[in-house]
Antibody, heavy 121, light 108 residues
Framework: EVQLVQSGAEVKKPGESLKISCKGS????????IGWVRQMPGKGLQWMGI????????KYSPSFRGQVTISADKSISTAYLQWSSLKASDTAMYYC??????????????WGQGTMVTVSS | EIVLTQSPGTLSLSPGERATLSCRAS???????LAWYQKKPGQAPRLLIY???SRATGIPDRFSGSGSGTDFTLTISRLEPEDSAVYSC?????????FGQGTKVEIK
């Protein structure tokens, strides 16, 4: 069974750093892209970026490039999304998701449960 | 970047009625790499349609997708109470993949 299990909710202060995780199981982690999607409170879905764990090829939305870092550790089948200096505007639910097809861009058919990040002083 | 504009913003219909949701792209989604997702509060998004018109695994046949180029449609033929949700389109033809802003479907 394919599963993406994300790390738990976080409450942070502005300026702090954070790294959240997404662990894949039940499939070949290195041969599927893993994407990250943000949903701010009351807003729609935003595509942040995507990584291919096999070779760490990463693509970012221009809106998020330089604001976050996407990485993966294939030895433990885990993808990460990290911030070096959080802002209040980073408060959102963050989802990881896997495309349908291995090795190619495709619609996301498996999703993590989401990680709520709250940034408040 | 391909901008996806969805309409209407909100659709309020009764059970059994037909819902028609629109997704318009700012440039052609050339390989019909267009997906539709359903999002309910407290749940992760659920893939409904991929490739503009193919239903994902386990999706009831009352959900259908159509369109090409810049105009795409999601149709829910007979609304059920559990179809109350926000529906978003996404293109995965060109990076950055982008989502529409969503259409909220309310069941009266």
């Amino acid at each position: 069974e394919v599963q993406l299990v994300q790390s738990g909710a976080e409450v942070k202060k502005p300026g702090e750093s954070l790294k959240i995780s997404c662990k894949g199981s039940g499939y070949s982690f290195t041969t599927y892209w893993i994407g990250w999607v943000r949903q701010m409170p009351g807003k729609g879905l935003q595509w942040m970026g995507i990584i291919y764990p096999g070779d760490s090829d990463t693509k970012y939305s221009p809106s998020f490039r330089g604001q976050v870092t996407i990485s993966a550790d294939k030895s433990i089948s885990t993808a990460y999304l990290q911030w070096s200096s959080l802002k209040a505007s980073d408060t959102a639910m963050y989802y990881c998701a896997r495309p349908q097809s291995s090795g190619s861009f495709d619609a996301f058919d498996f999703w993590g449960q989401g990680t709520m990040v709250t940034v408040s002083s | 970047e391909i901008v996806l504009t969805q309409s209407p913003g909100t659709l309020s219909l009764s059970p059994g009625e037909r819902a028609t949701l629109s997704c318009r792209a700012s440039q052609s989604v050339s390989r019909r790499y267009l997906a539709w997702y359903q999002k309910k509060p407290g749940q992760a998004p659920r893939l409904l349609i991929y490739g503009a018109s193919s239903r994902a695994t386990g999706i009831p046949d009352r959900f259908s997708g159509s369109g090409s180029g810049t105009d795409f449609t999601l149709t829910i033929s007979r609304l059920e109470p559990e179809d109350s949700a926000v529906y978003s389109c996404q293109q995965y033809d060109n990076s950055p993949w982008t989502f529409g802003q969503g259409t909220k479907v309310e069941i009266k």
